[in-house]
């Protein structure tokens, strides 16, 4: 069972990150009809969705469907990829930076299209834009509906060791596990493998195999995909574990939250005259977006030259690169 469409019972389910944080205060039209008038930005602006490299396109998708009619922007931050491995003041320094770089272009609202990121730095990123009144929804793994659907109470938590170490992770098991047991497993190497294209090769799948492995022992029957990346492992997946575990990945109640936002902050694009756009980015190789937009069938204009956007802890290493 695979389950992209799980509904969370109320707010704060630990599904996406904008749920799990108190109600953000209500302000009136008129001030954020004049703040974006301030800023540029307008109803038929493009969605920001940024992520470390290409697994956000997983939340992209999602949002793609649900949202026809909005244009989108995604930034793969794939040069300082993965956050996973990175430590926190690292990833709160490149989060920041994309942010900027999306609301220079602009955008009107943000995507947090990185578990990793949305763990470390949402609440920085908020603090970051609320001049803006910008609506932001981040993406946390789906420990609430895993504790809700698995009937052996043993789920298993694949994800980055950054984000299981992380305060926000550990704050979500205290609230939502309960009775059900959750092994928790970090996926080192595949987020690497998959912005190479690797979704299936021997030595990936003898990886993922030892992961899950560890979860299935244990007797999980439902596995969190907690980084968007591993929704693209889901063939490798059934492979190796057939259709015993039921997969919660959160990228549809993502969607559903920012329409939500959007519909909120009176910021939904209405009936295009012209098409609405999807437009991808990256700071690294484009390839892999070319690739994975084939995939989705996602028609998407893609950069050709790598985008070069510096930060504290990266601009010396940038200019060597380039």
């Known amino acids: 069972m695979y389950m992209r469409e799980f509904e969370p019972a109320q707010a704060g389910a630990g599904v996406p990150a904008d749920m799990a944080a108190a109600a953000p205060a209500v302000v009136s039209?008129?001030?954020l009809a004049a703040t974006r008038a301030a800023a540029?930005?307008?109803?038929?602006?493009?969605?920001?969705?940024?992520?470390?490299?290409?697994g956000g396109m997983s939340v992209l998708d999602a949002i793609y469907r649900l949202l026809p009619n909005e244009s989108l922007l995604y930034c793969a931050d794939a040069l300082y990829a993965p956050y996973g491995e990175r430590d926190d003041d690292y990833i709160i320094d490149r989060s920041l930076a994309v942010c900027d770089w999306l609301l220079e272009q602009p955008v009107k609202a943000l995507v947090v299209a990185c578990n990793t990121a949305t763990a470390q730095t949402i609440e920085q990123l908020r603090k970051h834009t609320e001049h803006l009144h910008l609506p932001i929804v981040g993406i946390e793994p789906g420990v609430k509906p895993a504790a809700l659907l698995s009937k052996r109470r043993v789920a298993g938590v694949l994800a980055t060791a950054s984000t299981l170490k992380s305060q926000r992770f550990q704050a979500l098991l205290l609230r939502h596990a309960g009775d059900c047991h959750f092994v928790c497993v970090a996926g080192n190497g595949l987020v690497e493998a998959i912005e190479h294209g690797d979704t299936g090769s021997p030595a990936l799948m003898a990886l993922l195999e030892r992961y899950l492995d560890e979860m299935l022992d244990a007797g999980a029957d439902t596995l969190v995909l907690g980084c968007t990346h591993y929704p693209f492992l889901t063939g490798a997946i059934r492979k190796i574990a057939g259709e015993y575990l039921t997969l919660i990945?959160?990228?549809?109640?993502?969607?559903r939250q920012l329409e939500?936002?959007?519909?909120?902050?009176?910021l939904l694009a209405q009936a295009p005259t012209l098409a609405p756009t999807v437009r991808l980015c990256s700071t690294g190789d484009t390839a892999p977006l070319h690739t994975?937009?084939?995939k989705l069938g996602i028609s998407a204009e893609i950069d050709a030259r790598p985008l070069r956007i510096t930060s504290?802890?990266?601009?010396?290493?940038?200019?060597?690169?380039?």
């Open 29 to 31: 039209a008129d001030v």
């Open 40 to 54: 540029g930005v307008a109803a038929d602006a493009p969605i920001g969705i940024f992520d470390s490299g290409v």
């Open 249 to 255: 990945d959160t990228a549809a109640p993502v969607a």
């Open 260 to 266: 939500r936002l959007l519909q909120q902050h009176d």
């Open 292 to 294: 994975l937009a084939g």
């Open 312 to 322: 504290a802890r990266t601009i010396d290493t940038c200019c060597r690169r380039r």
